[in-house]
Nanobody, 123 residues
Framework: QVQLGESGGGLVQAGGSLRLSCAASGRADRTYAMGWARQAPGKEREFVAAISRGGRLTTYTDSVKGRFTISRDNAKNTVYLQMNSLKPENTAVYYC????????????????WGQGTQVTVSS
């Protein structure tokens, strides 16, 4: 079993930046592919970014390419989402996800999820 804990959310003005962190605990013998998803009020949860177990591969939803960067520090069992040039439409609860086998954008493939952290971007 893997536990995920997100942090770093908050209120920021449009054009600003935030860095989200997700710390994983529970299975020290495994490294997991990790992803970020978000859910805005009244909308379905959507994929944001993912990173492979070793960190060599990353993928993003089109709307965040060039503005968001996913990275990881396996020594700290932590994955990050650096978010720059934030827009009001990026307001959502951001969730961290993990899976031992799957790397990609299909959210139902991820086995483990965090509780989420709120990101609010004011105009």
């Amino acid at each position: 079993q893997v536990q995920l804990g997100e942090s770093g959310g908050g209120l920021v003005q449009a054009g600003g930046s935030l860095r989200l962190s997700c710390a994983a605990s529970g299975r020290a013998d495994r490294t997991y592919a990790m992803g970020w998803a978000r859910q805005a009020p009244g909308k379905e949860r959507e994929f944001v970014a993912a990173i492979s177990r070793g960190g060599r591969l990353t993928t993003y939803t089109d709307s965040v390419k060039g503005r968001f960067t996913i990275s990881r520090d396996n020594a700290k069992n932590t994955v990050y989402l650096q978010m720059n040039s934030l827009k009001p439409e990026n307001t959502a609860v951001y969730y961290c996800a993990a899976d031992f086998l799957y790397y990609g954008s299909t959210l139902r493939e991820y086995d483990y999820w965090g509780q989420g952290t709120q990101v609010t971007v004011s105009s």
